[in-house]
């Protein structure tokens, strides 16, 4: 069975300071990694996707994450935070024999002036 | 545009009243899907729907209805809501050509309230 699991409920940064968001994933086969972002009073966006072509991956607004196979880890980064960054973000996986999209409890990211 | 709707974005409503949430897409998509956000559990999977009369029970099934009778559509029914029904519902969408690797494209959501 395929889990996720997002250390810390609650990352709290100032406005240009590094953010790191961390997933660690579990899968039998090779997963196919999402991260998603939900700002307030919306439904969630791709920020990006693994799906095993290269394992740092690019995505919108300036976030990265890296796939580490040895550490079962896809943890999203951004060098610089803006204000606007502050949303709940979430870390999903797929693959194998199912059709399922299995979401992490979600990281509530704050960003303070 | 691209996009899923979903309706109502808001209900209040008492316990045993029959209610439905619809949800449309327009990317003729053939996975559907519906899920339930509560806080600290994040997203779990109601049903989902690969494609027109072909529905799959998630892993939060439990009072919960779905019909695929269109592509685009895929409405969500509460047949006898419970409090413990009360939650924020989100439906999704993807091609199905690799649901496995394809993003989910959501709706904004819809609050349910069930007193």
């Known amino acids: 069975a395929q889990s996720v699991t997002q250390l810390g409920s609650h990352v709290s940064v100032s406005e240009g300071a590094l953010v790191l968001l961390r997933c660690n994933y579990s899968?039998?086969?090779?997963?196919?990694l999402f991260w998603y972002v939900q700002y307030p009073n919306q439904g969630l966006q791709l920020l990006l996707k693994y799906t095993s072509a290269a394992t740092l991956v690019k995505g919108i607004n300036g976030f990265e994450a890296e796939f580490k196979k040895s550490e079962t880890s896809f943890h999203l980064t951004k060098p610089s935070a803006h204000m606007s960054d502050a949303a709940e973000y979430f870390c999903?996986?797929?693959?194998?024999?199912?059709?399922?999209?299995?979401f992490g409890t979600g990281t509530r990211l704050q960003v303070f002036p | 545009e691209a996009q899923v709707t979903q309706n109502p974005r808001y209900l209040i409503t008492v316990t045993g009243k029959k209610l439905t949430v619809t949800c449309s897409q327009n990317m003729n998509h053939e996975y559907m899907s519906w899920y339930r956000q509560d806080p600290g559990l994040g997203l779990r999977q109601i049903y989902y729907s690969m494609n027109v009369e072909v529905t799959d029970k998630g892993d939060v099934p439990e009072g919960y209805k779905v019909s695929r009778k269109e592509k685009r559509n895929f409405p969500l029914i509460l047949e006898s809501p419970s409090p413990n029904q009360t939650s924020l519902y989100f439906c999704?969408?993807?091609?199905?050509?690799?649901?496995?690797?394809?993003?989910?494209?959501f709706g904004d959501g819809t609050r349910l309230s069930i007193l």
């Open positions: 899968s039998s086969v090779p997963p196919y």
């Open positions: 999704a969408s993807s091609p199905i050509s690799a649901a496995r690797n394809q993003p989910q494209h």
């Open positions: 999903a996986v797929s693959g194998g024999n199912t059709d399922k999209l299995i």
